[in-house]
Each structure stands twice: as structure tokens, then as C-alpha cells.
């Protein structure tokens, strides 16, 4: 499916009006078939091209949260279809007018809400869910919440996570940038400068130190940047293979310590939140269970979540199959005495402040290891720097004191 921008003579009575529509087609032989079905005489079909830059430009957070909750306050008093087309007509930016030709397509062609929204690609599979479920149970407006709330945690949890790794980045960069110059700048001029006396000991000296500096500094510089290229490149291998729980790199993150007890933490949350989400937007707890193996990539919560829809799938109920580690002994009691899953998605949400708490409790024990990790390695540096400036002085002194004799 393509976007085509028509140009087409509708003839009335004894006169004829030019006039512009978008489809949303095949390809163009559709578009003038479309047309001429409906007695119309096609000028000229172009095919619309997205922007390059489409998702980081129109596609936002903002816009998701602008939609759902626009969708809410018209859905009040209108159908949901008839919201969104009437938020479709309204539209005054043309990207977006253009993102939403196809949902718009959908709408006017007689589809379901749900597959017009789902053809606007902007959110998320669990989003989708809350919404189809709820179009499926009769309760959209009442879902639209779910939706919402769902977002914004998104929303904030992503915004957190980018801030953490911005402040880490450009502490690191620091380090390496200041270690690179003093191995490729300072450190040469000092040896290019030398000392101005004649002294053999002065000499011997500030050659032993030049040596000592650049051999300190290297040593710091080779630590540090296989350090980065490491980190970079364990994440990146642990990103492509993130469906692999049994991964090397997914098994050295689940031990690595106060990282595994964080991520587990935080992954449990946001999981058993959408988990309790999706089951009171009326979702089907075995497409409940699929969406969050599809969203979540820590290997203890995936492996969690995959063990349960095992044991569904074999015949278990919700209680014996999901009361199971790495939840704790309280959670998985709690779990046991369920006895409907509207209880089920009560324990969720217990089970997901819960894990809240604990996962700030490790935030916090992370950012004190990687402020004492950060301050070893500026101090290394700051150090390095101090010596270095101290040799330099020393040469200026010994050259004065070779002048004044």
C-alpha cells in the first residue's frame, strides 16, 4: 500500500470542477480505477513520499499522548471512529495529514477503529492491544485510560534512561578526551620543550619523569578506551541477540552485581504494570502474556514470562503457572490466592510497586558505584595531569637556576 496525491475533473451539470484527494492504494492503476469508478477523470497521480526523518520528526511520544488523549475527550461524545476522523479533518499540520492518509483510507472504506489506528504505525503492540480488546468488549472509551497511562510511564521510564546514560556519556568522554591530550598533546610538548640545563642529573631526572608520565598515561589510556569499546560492544551483541535469554552476554548480565538486581527489578515492574494494564483493558491473558514476552528484553523477567505462557499452554492455571521465580516467596503467595483475573491484575500492580521501590533502591546503589568508579578514573587522571604539570615546573625552575650560574 501506497500514498498517491490525485489531481481529477469532477463533471457536474455543464460544468467541470478540478479537485485534489490522497489515497491510499496499491499503485497508481488502483488509484485511477478508484476514480473512474466513481465517474470522475483522473489529471495527474503522484505518489507521496514520507519524510526521511519521519519518526523523529512526526512520529513522536508527544504525538501519542496528543492522539490518545484527544481521542478520550471527543470519544465522549461521539463514536471512537467519528472522533478520530473528526481529529483527522482538523489536522492543520500537512506531515501529520500525511501520516494519517492511510488510517484515514480505513475509516472512509467502512474498517474497525482499531485497524485504522493500527495503520497510523505510531503505537506500540501493547497499546494496540488495550485498544482491540476493549473495541472487542465494547468499552473503548473506557480503555482509552489504560492506553494513556501506559504511554506516559513509557514515556518517563525512556526519558529516564536517557538522562542517566547522557550524564554517564559525558562524563567518560571527558575522561578519555583529557587522557588522549595529554598522551598526544601535552605530553609531546613537554618532551619537545625539554630543559634548558646542562646538568647530567637535571637531564636524567626530567627524562625519567617524561618516561614515567608517558608510561602512566598510556597505561590509563589503553585501560579506558578498551573499556568503552567493550561496554560498547558487550551491548550491542547483548542488543542483537536480546530474544536469547541463554546468550552469553544475557547470561553475564543476570550475573553481574547490582546491575542484574536492577534490571531484573525495573524489567519486573514495567512488565507486571502493562501486565495489570492489559488485563483490565479486557486483554486475553495468553495475548496478554505474548505482548510482554515480545516487550521485554532483561533475561530473568523474559524467562519468567515465558515459563508462564508454558504452563498455560499446558493446561495450568493462572495461579500455578505464574506463581513461579524470580518472584519472592510473598509475591508468588499472593499469587496463589487468586480466584478471578480481575484479582490477578490487583496482585500485578502490587507486585509492580513493589518492585518500584526496589528498583530505585538499586538505582541508587548503581549511580553510588558508578560515581566512585567515575572518581577512581578522574582521579587517575586528574593525577596524571598534576604530575605532569609538576615536571613542567620543575624544568622552568631547573632552566633558571642553569641561567643564574
Not at 500500500?1 to 467541470?16: D, S, V
Not at 474498517?111 to 485498544?131: K, N, P, Q, V, Y
Not at 637535571?202 to 589510556?221: D, G, K, P, Y
Not at 578506551?225 to 542488543?239: D, Q
Request: charged share 20%; with cysteine; aromatic share 8%.
Amino acid at each position: 500500500m501506497k500514498l498517491f496525491h490525485a489531481t481529477y475533473a469532477h463533471p457536474r451539470g455543464g460544468l467541470t470542477e478540478v479537485l485534489e484527494d490522497a489515497f491510499y492504494l496499491p499503485n497508481v492503476i488502483a488509484v485511477r480505477r478508484q476514480l473512474r469508478n466513481n465517474g470522475y477523470y483522473p489529471i495527474s497521480i503522484k505518489e507521496i513520499h514520507k519524510p526521511l526523518f519521519e519518526w523523529a520528526d512526526v512520529r513522536t511520544r508527544a504525538w501519542q499522548i496528543q492522539l490518545l488523549r484527544a481521542l478520550r475527550f471527543q470519544g465522549a461524545t461521539a463514536s471512537a471512529g467519528t472522533a478520530l476522523l473528526n481529529i483527522i479533518e482538523g489536522e492543520t499540520d500537512p506531515r501529520r495529514r500525511i501520516a494519517f492518509l492511510p488510517t484515514r483510507t480505513v475509516l472512509k472504506g467502512g474498517g474497525s477503529f482499531s485497524d485504522a489506528l493500527r495503520e497510523l504505525h505510531l503505537l506500540d503492540a501493547a497499546t494496540m492491544a488495550i485498544i482491540t480488546a476493549g473495541e472487542r468488549a465494547g468499552d473503548l472509551k473506557g480503555v482509552i485510560q489504560h492506553a494513556i497511562e501506559h504511554t506516559e510511564e513509557k514515556s518517563k521510564h525512556t526519558k529516564l534512561i536517557m538522562t542517566a546514560l547522557s550524564w554517564l556519556s559525558f562524563d567518560i568522554l571527558n575522561i578519555v578526551g583529557t587522557v588522549w591530550g595529554a598522551q598526544f598533546g601535552f605530553i609531546p610538548y613537554l618532551k619537545s620543550q625539554g630543559v634548558k640545563s646542562t646538568d647530567p642529573a637535571v637531564l636524567e631526572r626530567f627524562n625519567h619523569a617524561i618516561s614515567l608520565a608517558t608510561w602512566v598515561n598510556m597505561t590509563l589510556l589503553v585501560f579506558i578506551t578498551g573499556l568503552v569499546f567493550g561496554i560498547a560492544l558487550f551491548v550491542i551483541l547483548y542488543w542483537i541477540n536480546r530474544h536469547k535469554p541463554d546468550h552469553y552476554t544475557a547470561r553475564t548480565l543476570m550475573h553481574m552485581p547490582i546491575m542484574s538486581a536492577y534490571l531484573r527489578n525495573a524489567s519486573l515492574k514495567e512488565s507486571c504494570k502493562l501486565m495489570q494494564r492489559l488485563l483490565n483493558g479486557k486483554v486475553p491473558l495468553a495475548e496478554a502474556l505474548d505482548i510482554i514476552i515480545e516487550s521485554v528484553y532483561e533475561p530473568a523477567a523474559r524467562l519468567y514470562w515465558t515459563g508462564c505462557k508454558k504452563q498455560i499452554m499446558a493446561g495450568s492455571s493462572p495461579a500455578r503457572a505464574m506463581a513461579r521465580a524470580p518472584l519472592l516467596k510473598g509475591e508468588r503467595d499472593q499469587i496463589m490466592t487468586i480466584q478471578s483475573i480481575d484479582q490477578l491484575a490487583e496482585v500485578y500492580a502490587a507486585i509492580a510497586e513493589e518492585r518500584g521501590l526496589m528498583a530505585k533502591a538499586d538505582q541508587r546503589r548503581l549511580a553510588l558505584a558508578g560515581i566512585i568508579i567515575m572518581m577512581v578514573l578522574a582521579g587517575a587522571t586528574v593525577l596524571t595531569m598534576i604530575y605532569l604539570l609538576m615536571v613542567q615546573n620543575q624544568s622552568f625552575l631547573d632552566s633558571l637556576k642553569d641561567l643564574r650560574s
